[in-house]
């Protein structure tokens, strides 16, 4: 009986991400990273923000194109809806980066994956940031992530996936865990 060998591609390159580890294991030091988002003011509650370098493996990085974001509010609450809400931005980073930990953690054990869909909701009180009451926390009262993914892999391949994508991913992290954040004035 011959075996077929199937090519599992779901477009990472685990090999590289395995050599970069095993690199900064010797070196430690060029695992920290900074990442920087600019963000200006338009009008109202428009904001423009621009992401174009970061700092890691020890010098200045740039990333091969400039990105920009439009922030702003619904027209229900007396805005002019250039762009998603900051709330609406976290659940896009919560999403994309579990979803980039699924597709590498499939491609890592050899599942090819054929569609990965995620729905993100999170429920929040607005009472808090519109200072109707004080006890009402500002931020999310909950977050909830469902997927849909169709692979080559059981339910239980597949829920593994999802928790080893959970287990690294730095946005559920910051979400999950709290994080020192310092603001300050020029």
């Given amino acids: 009986m011959q075996t077929v060998e199937r ?4 477009g990472v390159n685990v090999t590289a991400l395995l050599d970069a580890r095993q690199a900064l294991a010797q070196a430690p030091e060029a695992a920290r990273f900074t990442w920087r988002a ?7 509650t428009h904001s423009h923000t621009v992401i174009e370098g970061f700092h890691g493996l020890g010098e200045e990085q740039a990333h ?5 974001f439009d922030i702003d509010h619904p027209e229900v609450f007396a805005a002019e809806d250039h762009g998603p809400t900051p ?7 919560l999403a994309g980066c579990l979803t980039a930990g699924i597709a590498a953690v499939a491609q890592n054990r050899g599942i090819q994956l054929r569609a990965v869909k995620a729905t993100v909701e999170g429920e929040m009180d607005i009472q808090g940031i519109l200072g ?3 006890d009402v926390r ?3 009262d909950a977050v909830r992530v469902t997927y849909a993914i169709d692979a080559d892999a059981s339910r239980e391949d597949i829920e593994a996936l999802v928790a080893q994508s959970q287990k690294r991913s730095a946005v559920y992290d910051a979400l999950t865990n709290p994080t020192q954040v310092e603001v300050h004035v020029k």
């Fill in 7 to 10: 090519t599992i591609d779901n």
């Fill in 132 to 134: 109707m009451d004080s």
């Fill in 38 to 44: 600019r963000c200006d003011w338009v009008r109202g």
């Fill in 64 to 68: 091969r194109s400039r990105f920009a």
């Fill in 87 to 93: 709330v609406e931005y976290v659940l896009m980073g």
């Fill in 138 to 140: 500002n931020g999310f």
